[in-house]
């Protein structure tokens, strides 16, 4: 990249209306402590090139080392592949243009490293009469043409949405997008170059391919003339029509800021298309073809879409909704965000309150629209105030404007007190505004609705009063913001009530059905009868089922059906089961209940005691009671610490080592059920903590985990109620436990845990460990996705340096780990158990809690194929 660095040696007029540039030097973080390079080595590099030997440390060991990186930047997916945005404060201090070292990038793999003596573009197609190359040098000698352009990912402020249901990309937020003044020759001449004519161009398109060879993600796709192999080039059309007008500035560029592109900018060449999504501005652009239709490539239709807010994953494939031309972004929607103030940035009430605040953001759009205005309000929408614009942008000949507007307003400190939140949006010279409410989609793409940054009123721990600002999102990874909690979840998104979407209310299977004339009529005593372990009978919705064939079957286990023997059990039921669940106890009717034999409920909360400790005991079986929530910690991005207290000072829970309980409450008007291990035990007086992983909603499960989001929004002093034990597994001591009554004798157990399924084993793993006379041997393998997710490490660390004879643990990521992970990485398999487990043997079982998915590919058949019987394989 040396030999073009100083390819521009005059002052163009672009600089002279927009300079000078930033300085495009970027300044890795080459350390995990975040150190950088010395600051004199950074003051007198000349290009990004004198940085060349202190990469960033993120990228040491990956194929893009080679590449000097910015350590400011956020990074999205890891450490690589790299797709990375600035942090907002960096766009709020230089504004207009963006540093080329601090432009947002997308990368879908690792980056090529080309040439620019050897790399060419072939520019050919049916209907190209000249068919041509051009190596790089010939397209630099050719009429440059030289503006200013904003590049915006699809994806910006993704993650908004992802806070609303999951979409099928990452987290972006509100930083995907930079300005650089790019530099090039028209697309227009060099398809003049090869013979292409703009006359009769309806129905035409230019392909653009580059050079990478991605992965196929959908199979050899619709176009049996071109079927997609493994490997795909990233490639695109646009019609042929708008790449011959002039008034378009469709380029080919070579440079950005006065310098040559940066690798993850596409160099040495690659394409810009004016208020197009940056998706389609191919980088390491090679062929260019002029076609008779639309491109067939891959990555056209599998990616920048906007789909209607009612398809998911699964009908996306089924209803061939890729490949509606309806459904293709790829003009800019208009869009604005604020800049200042930041996230978590407060501001002091009382050396403030009589000054002016400066708001400041951006605003862009499409089509070549000019931003018209931008509005503030500060009370929810019922007035707006018109912003100053700052426009540095000079339009076109043709009056078109390709950049973002940057705006501020002098918001008077005083009009925050019982503000609530601060609330911008743009319009364009069309009309368009943005909407107030967000429209979820798939891709998570176009997201626009206004932007909002809550106000709370603070005190800092000095007892000064402050004003404090909250974003929707932070980017990537980083926790943080309004949107990520239950309560700053829209009610809706584009289809239907959030908690309906997708979810039980769409379930189409039919309900129990009503009483007909002439069915068994059983009175409430004799249900009461049927209330042991080897005749049960429940009732739902005044229908009475004997349950007792079920026992076995019950995926849930036996208990939670022998928990409700004798017992009306609509509200368990209903809270747990879905309308197919309710289809399927049918099988199992045997009359309507006889409401005339139902009684007032009578209270009968029988207090017992702990048959070791002598202390009352919480729990009850059969009937639930609330507890109140006195803590909460959180443990990292996705789960916390609930700490709740028991009835008094002197209670324990009452739950048997190894058996669960269900926690409940009212979600919406209904009631939800789930089940809960606590990492607390008998020895714990006067409370009970559980570690709870909060489901967000993604693809799978679009609407996410009902109940554990509804746990996060808790706060001190809400209660849950409790009803339990329940569960096949029941420690005793010294290796004796049983397992549906069955009493076992085991001296070692193998344990695998994912995610919060290390609750359960680790519940047992305390019992043992506890009683020194106990001399069971546990063996832990505990997986997770990255290393935030390894709940509880801290104390299972310490118990293997303070029992070493007793306990050993393991750990193994799938996703992102960091560097120097001494542990294991993917997932869990034959090897793994064969190295880290102990060997199969009468005296070993082996207990196991996590994703279904886990357990059933991953777990039982390497256990087995081990030697493990698999009646020495237990699943909570």
Sequence with gaps: LKERTALSTIIMSCEKLYGPYPKAIPVPAISKDGATPPAEKVRTAKTMWDMKDTPDHRDVGTPDEWIPRDGRLVRLTGRHPFNVEPPLSVHNEHKFITPSSLHYVRNHGACPKLSWNTHTIKIGGSLATKPATFTMDQIVAMEPRELPVTLVCAGNRRKEQNMIRQTIGFNWGPSGVSTNVWKGVPLRDLLLKAGVSDKNMGGKHVEFIGVEDLPNKVGPGPFVDEQWGKLVKYGTSIPLGRAMNPAFDVLIAYEANGEVLQPDHGYPVRLIIPGYIGGRMIKWLAEINIIEHETKNHYHYHDNRILPPHIVAEESLKGGWWYKPEYIFNELNINSA?????????????????????????????GGRMISRVEVSTDGGIHWELVDLDRKEQPNDYGMYWCWTWWSFKLKVADLIGCKEIMCRAWDESNNCQPMNPTWNLMGMGNNQCFRIKVHLDKTSSGEHVFRFEHPTQPGQQTGGWMTTAAGKPDSAGFGRLLEVNGDAADDAPAAEPAKKGDRLITMDEVNKHNTDHDVWIVVKNRVYDCTEYLELHPGGADSIIINAGEDST???????????????????????????????????????????????????????????????VLSRDSFMLDFALPSSEHVLGLPTGKHMFLSNEIGG?????????????????????????????????????????????????????????????????????????????????????????????????????????????????????????????????WATVFPDKFKVHYILSDNWPDGWKHSTGFVSKDLFERELYAAGDDVYNLMCGPPIMLDRGCTPNLVALGHKKDKVFAF
């Design 338 to 366: 604020m800049s200042a103030p930041d996230h978590n940035e407060t501001l002091s009430i009382t050396e403030n309150i009589g000054k002016d605040y400066e708001v400041a953001g951006y605003a862009y759009t499409g």
């Design 571 to 633: 509200e368990d039921f209903v809270a747990i089961h879905s309308s197919k669940a309710t289809k399927m106890l049918e099988k199992f009717y045997i009359g309507n209940l006889d409401l005339g034999s139902v009684k007032a409920d009578a209270d009968v909360d029988k207090v017992d005691f702990c048959t070791s400790t002598g202390r009352p005991v919480a729990l009850n079986p059969k009937k639930k009671r609330p507890f109140k929530l006195q803590a909460k910690t």
């Design 670 to 798: 209904e009631t939800v059920m789930r089940r809960y291990t606590p990492i607390s035990s008998n020895y714990d007086i006067g409370q009970v903590k559980f570690v709870i992983k909060v489901y967000k909603p993604c693809d799978r499960f679009p609407k996410g985990g009902k109940f554990s989001q509804h746990l996060d929004g808790l706060k001190i002093g809400d209660t849950v109620d409790f009803r339990g034990p329940v569960g096949e597994f029941d420690y005793s001591s010294n290796g004796d436990y049983t397992i549906d009554g069955e009493e076992i004798h085991s001296n070692k157990f193998n344990m695998i845990a994912g995610g919060t399924g290390i609750t359960p084993v680790m519940q047992i793993a305390a019992e043992v460990l506890r009683h020194p006379e106990d001399k069971t041997q546990i063996s832990l393998i505990f997986a997770c996705r990255e290393e935030n997710d390894l709940l509880m490490r801290s104390t299972l660390d310490q």
